[in-house]
């Protein structure tokens, strides 16, 4: 709310008003506006876990809000981005990463919901969220890197690295979409020959049965039916 208003309210200074010897140390204190955020993202996504249908997926969606913010400080500090660091208060890197093994935490508290039952699964939604998910994560933060770090060294001017990003993404994004869609079209292969498999031994069940001039029923205990 200080933030948003910009303007200091003294909650700070109530975790030091027993000891008015400490007043000078309520600006170090502080918490910072990305460590503010998390929190909350956090604290609601915990409020709503647990619940069904689209609360749980906001739920998800918040923890993910978290690690991406907390992953933006982390690499912050890695690529030592000063309009970042030098922002006054701001988060630690330690913080950092306690915020990313606490959304991490609040994914494995559903482990057969949400991103972990999808990254469990056995079938094509399993193997596509086990390449697509740390893609994402992973190929921005280390084209990020590349690209500041030949801005820095003076390999290319600015203009020509976003070029260089822009490339590299479409080649990357290009590479994974045919790695995906190449194991989906063998899943889907595999699949149109089971159930071709499948007819052929009705269609052979269904002979024989004319043939002796047998037939079959079913019957559902639980119904009667």
Known sequence: LE???DRDLGTD??????????????????ISLPSSIDIL???????LRGKNGRKR?????????????SLVIALSYAYSVESVIGMSPTMAFRSSLCFLLLAAGLFL?????????????????????????????????IIAGLKLMGDRVGIYDPSFGV?????????????????????L??????RSGTEA?????????????????????????ATGN
Do not use: H, N
Not at 57 to 69: F, S, T
């Open 3 to 5: 933030y948003l208003i």
């Open 13 to 30: 200074g109530l975790i030091l008003a027993p000891f008015p010897s400490a007043t000078r140390l309520v600006d170090a204190i502080r």
């Open 41 to 47: 993202l956090l604290a609601f996504a915990l409020l």
């Open 57 to 69: 997926d906001g739920a998800q969606a918040l923890g993910v809000g978290a690690v991406i913010l």
């Open 109 to 141: 508290l559903d482990p057969e919901e949400g991103i972990c039952g999808l990254l469990k699964r056995k079938d094509a939604v399993g193997k596509v969220a086990r390449r697509l998910l740390p893609a994402a994560f992973v190929a921005p933060s």
């Open 163 to 183: 070029l260089l990003v822009a490339a590299t993404y479409m080649a990357l994004l290009s590479l994974l979409a045919l790695w995906v869609l190449r194991d």
């Open 185 to 190: 079209g063998r899943l889907e292969r595999e």
């Open 197 to 221: 498999a499948m007819a052929r031994k009705d269609e052979l069940l269904s002979l024989t049965s004319a043939i002796a001039k047998i037939g079959g029923w079913e019957f559902e205990v």
